[in-house]
């Protein structure tokens, strides 16, 4: 669908001259091509709504773009060009937990062979034998981040909450998870302070969730599937564990309810497993490990 406008006369008079030449001239005469502002505007909302209108129907939703739901989407995106894989980022800027460690100590720990990975997106890190330090984690999260949204066939939706998960029966009756509601992110954080204002949907073969343990939404799916009777209850995460919780939660990386992938520290509140502190190989192992579920669940 593309928007088309009739061009209204400018009704602003033009202070640019149409004519004006391009110069980028630091000596106090740069000079930019002419724009009127309804043209950003309009640029901004037709991209904006033309993403939507599109991606109604995606092939993967990723929930959350954090370490491990950018993970996956980098490691399905690269082996699956012809995938539509659309990320839902409740928060305005992505990367989740991923920018800064614990009490703003800013290098990142990635055990091997998470390294693997950062070679891959090419990201330098100083090598300490059993792991390796990437000197700010915001050279990770900005690398990955910048390689995964030059896939053509991703696309990302900030500011952007999944506020519900879409269920279908399959046809033995089972419960699959079908896609996901979306609604702006503060409309979402904010049900309880006004009536519902109408979601948006996006329907999918997968949903992969990799909503984080911490934030006002995290765990969502986790919590969702037990409030809607698809899980008994939740595992609440455990006690931090760097030996015993990365290897369990990449191992643990699955498939929770069909349709439904949950991978990263969700996985640690549904399962009940130990959370790591800061070091992010196990996150970066279980997006990857999301991204296998997700192709093997596509080509069933
Ligand atoms: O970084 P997070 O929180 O989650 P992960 O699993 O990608 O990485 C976890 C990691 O940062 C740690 O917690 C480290 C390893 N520490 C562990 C420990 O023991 O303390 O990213 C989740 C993203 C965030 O950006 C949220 O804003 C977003 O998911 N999100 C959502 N986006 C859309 N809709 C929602 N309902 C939603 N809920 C959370």
Known sequence: MSLTVEEPVSTTISLVSKKAEVAEDY?????????????????????????????????????????????????????????????????????????????????????????????????????????????????FTSTLLSRVLAFPNVVLMNATAVEDLITCSDFEGKQRVAGVVTNWTLVALNHDAQSCMDPATITAPVVVTTTGHDGPMGAFSAKRLVSMGLNKELGNMRGLDMNRSEPAIVNGTREVVPGLVMAG???????????????????????????????????A
């Open 27 to 139: 000596n106090g005469s740069y000079r930019f091509a002419p724009i009127e502002e309804a043209q950003v505007t309009r640029t901004m909302m037709k991209r904006y709504f033309n993403t939507m209108y599109e991606r109604a129907v995606s092939d993967v939703v990723v929930v959350g773009a954090g370490s491990a739901g950018l993970s996956c989407a980098y490691s399905l995106a690269s082996r699956r060009p012809d995938l539509k894989i659309t990320i839902i980022e409740a928060n305005v800027a992505p990367g989740g937990g991923a920018w800064l460690g614990g009490q703003l100590m800013t290098a990142m720990v990635i055990r091997k062979p998470a390294d693997n990975f950062l070679r891959e997106i090419g990201v330098s890190y100083d090598d300490e034998g059993s792991f390796v330090v990437v000197k700010h984690a915001a050279l």
């Open 265 to 299: 520290m969700e996985l640690a509140e549904h399962d009940g497993s130990n959370r790591m502190g800061p070091t992010f190989g196990g996150m970066i192992g279980s997006g990857i490990k999301a991204a296998h579920e997700a192709i093997r669940i596509l080509d």
